[in-house]
């Protein structure tokens, strides 16, 4: 398979799936689209509030561990 | 800490119900928007963006103490004062709200857009998906071709009638 019909193949997969969950009802959408798990740091505070959503981002930037998938992708990155 | 505060599908229709009851003006956005339009996809809390203004901070404070919420007075103020972005994780799930999510021209702007359905109100996937480009995060960028692959998706299967010219320069 080239790399232009696996990539073929995968769009139509993943297409497929959006229409197969847009079929189900809310309840089972919401069953199994939220998940939670333990995020250090994040978690660690019951409130939280910023003042500017730039400000949140950049205590993201400064207090999450990266794997996290919080940190802010910097030009040229 | 925190351990099996679950989202359940009763919460999100006692959410839609508490904010309606409150009138409060507010859209689900994020991907916990996406996936309730059917996004395949997983999240791990609730993002809503809502009007800033001193009335409907206080009626966000009232759905809240309705769902069990507990907040401080400081932390109602810091909710009626519209910070730009809020995180609570002292209620039954976690919930942001946010005032000024990036990406997003305005409340009025995107509840203009909104889709209603079964008593939610939820952003237009395209808000949504602009907000995340935004955002630049790196787990958001990531998956933006996939969240666009849905969105037209979605559109297909839920096609809207034109209103404005500009809508078909978005």
């Keep these: 398979m080239t790399d232009a019909e696996r990539e073929q193949r995968d769009d139509a997969l993943w297409r ?3 229409r197969r969950q847009m ?4 309840a089972a959408r919401i069953k199994y689209g939220f998940h939670r798990t333990y995020k250090p740091v994040m978690d660690d505070a019951r409130f939280r509030a910023f003042d500017t959503t730039a400000d949140y981002r950049r205590w993201c930037d400064e207090n999450l561990p990266e794997w996290l998938g919080y940190r802010t992708v910097k030009p040229n990155e | 800490m ?3 505060r679950e989202f359940r599908p009763e919460q999100a229709v006692e959410i ?3 904010f309606a009851t409150h009138e409060v003006d507010y859209l689900f956005i994020g991907k916990g928007a996406l996936v309730l339009l059917g996004y395949p996809g997983m999240t791990q809390d609730v993002d809503v963006f809502a009007r800033r203004s001193e009335q409907n901070g206080r009626r966000i404070v009232a759905a809240l103490g309705s769902l069990d919420f507990m907040l401080s007075a400081d932390e109602q103020a810091q909710l009626v004062r519209g910070k730009d972005f809020v995180q609570l994780k002292s209620g039954p799930f976690d919930l942001d709200v946010i005032f000024a999510p ?3 021209a305005s409340f009025e702007a995107a509840d203009a857009r909104r ?4 008593g939610f109100r939820v952003a237009d996937p395209r808000d949504i998906i602009a907000s995340k480009r935004a955002s630049g995060r790196q787990k958001d960028l990531g998956e933006l071709p996939l969240l666009e692959k849905f969105r037209q998706e979605y559109e ?3 096609p809207r009638p034109l209103r404005r010219a500009q809508d078909i320069s978005r």
């Design chain 2, 156 to 158: 297909n299967a839920h």
């Design chain 2, 102 to 104: 990036d990406g997003i």
């Design chain 1, 23 to 26: 079929a189900r009802p809310l």
């Design chain 2, 16 to 18: 839609a119900r508490a």
């Design chain 2, 2 to 4: 925190n351990e099996g």
């Design chain 2, 115 to 118: 889709l209603e359905f079964d």
């Design chain 1, 16 to 18: 497929e799936q959006c």
